[in-house]
């Protein structure tokens, strides 16, 4: 079975940076697109950022110029460097990854908490 699973997240101070890693069970390439969502308690999962073919990026409007998304083929990894955090950053941060004709796999997520 395959599996993703996210790791990084912790408690900091506004304005602080973290690094969130997903772990892939199965390799990865560019075939492969990948996302960080991001949810809080009674809310909508928000897509905070994705990548696909290896270099096609979105953010949305709330992350921009703050997070930056990346991966690692070779580890089969994809990142998320966050910073100048925000409280309204504070959320569970979940990895899904899209295998072409496989199906997409969700993490369980890292959580993230922005102290003001």
């Known amino acids: 079975q395959v599996q993703v699973v996210e790791s990084g997240g912790d408690l900091v101070q506004a304005g602080g940076s973290l690094r969130l890693a997903c772990a892939a069970s199965?390799?990865?390439?560019?075939?492969?697109?990948m996302y960080w969502y991001r949810q809080t308690p009674g809310n909508e999962r928000e897509l905070v950022a994705s990548?696909?073919?290896?270099?096609?990026?979105t953010y949305t409007d709330a992350v921009k110029g703050r997070f930056t998304i990346s991966q690692d083929r070779s580890k089969n990894t994809l990142y998320l460097q966050m910073s100048s955090l925000k409280p309204e950053d504070t959320a569970l941060y979940i990895c899904?990854?899209?295998?072409?004709?496989?199906?997409?796999?969700r993490g369980r997520g890292t959580q993230v908490t922005v102290s003001s």
């Open positions: 899904e990854v899209n295998y072409p004709g496989w199906g997409r796999v």
């Open positions: 199965k390799q990865i390439s560019m075939l492969n697109t």
């Open positions: 990548i696909s073919n290896g270099r096609s990026i």
